[in-house]
């Protein structure tokens, strides 16, 4: 399978916990965007790296939330003292290029519950 | 401030019939538009997209309609199948950031 992968599919949290999402791109890809999904919305962009480095991180909270994506191995996605809103699905997607008309694929989300 | 709209949260369509699903948006900086559809517990599928310097995509089944002046796109999927049955997403960039409409949930019925 040579899609987005993206682990845990579920996780379970309780209140200042910490969460810790991961997603590999597609192979070929270097551009890794998050978004989030709140019931009955849309996705919400969150955050846009590139290999080791921040491009776009506008849409993510400034406290709590921290995104990465290293030279080697997985993007994670980290959610530090978790609370009840934190509860979502969170969905990585990978493209070749930035921009342009270049689709994002995206992974099939971790489901965030918090207890 | 939602700037790419779904009105119809939900659409039942017979069976060989036409699905037409709408999107609005209203920021003319936007040149990218992307349909995906999503089933339950699975992440977006990408289905088709259109640059803004065209107004019409065809793939198979799929069409998708460009009307910058009205800031209105559409896909139609025809014949429509029971394997349609989805919630269908549009999508907006003028960049890397797409954004998203709530979605419509589209049902076809045998």
């Known amino acids: 399978n040579a899609g987005v992968m993206q682990n845990p599919r579920h996780l379970v949290r309780r209140r200042g916990q910490e969460a810790r999402l991961r997603c590999s791109p597609m192979?070929?890809?270097?551009?890794v965007y998050w978004y989030r999904q709140l019931p009955e919305e849309g996705l919400k962009f969150m955050v846009y790296?590139?290999?080791?480095?921040?491009?776009?991180e506008s849409g993510m909270p400034k406290e709590r939330f921290s995104a990465e994506f290293p030279k080697e191995g997985p993007s994670i996605l980290r959610i530090q003292q978790v609370v009840r809103g934190d509860s979502a699905a969170y969905f990585c997607a990978s493209s070749y290029d930035r921009g342009g008309n270049q689709p994002q694929h995206f992974g099939d989300g971790t489901r965030l519950s918090i207890l | 401030d939602q700037q790419v709209k779904q009105n119809s949260p939900s659409l039942s369509v017979q069976e060989g019939r036409i699905s037409i699903l709408n999107c609005d948006y209203t920021?003319?900086?936007?040149?990218?538009f992307l349909w995906y559809k999503k089933y339950p517990a699975e992440g977006p599928t990408f289905l088709i997209s259109?640059?803004?310097?065209?107004d019409k995509n065809e793939d198979g089944r799929f069409t998708v309609f460009l009307n910058k002046s009205a800031k209105h796109l559409s896909l139609h999927i025809v014949p429509s199948q029971p394997g349609d049955s989805a919630v269908y997403f549009c999508a907006a960039s003028a960049s890397y950031k797409y954004i998203f409409g709530t979605g419509t949930r589209l049902k076809v019925l045998a």
């Open positions: 790296l590139q290999k080791e480095n921040i491009i776009d």
């Open positions: 192979k070929g890809h270097s551009h």
């Open positions: 259109i640059s803004s310097i065209k």
């Open positions: 920021n003319s900086m936007f040149d990218y």
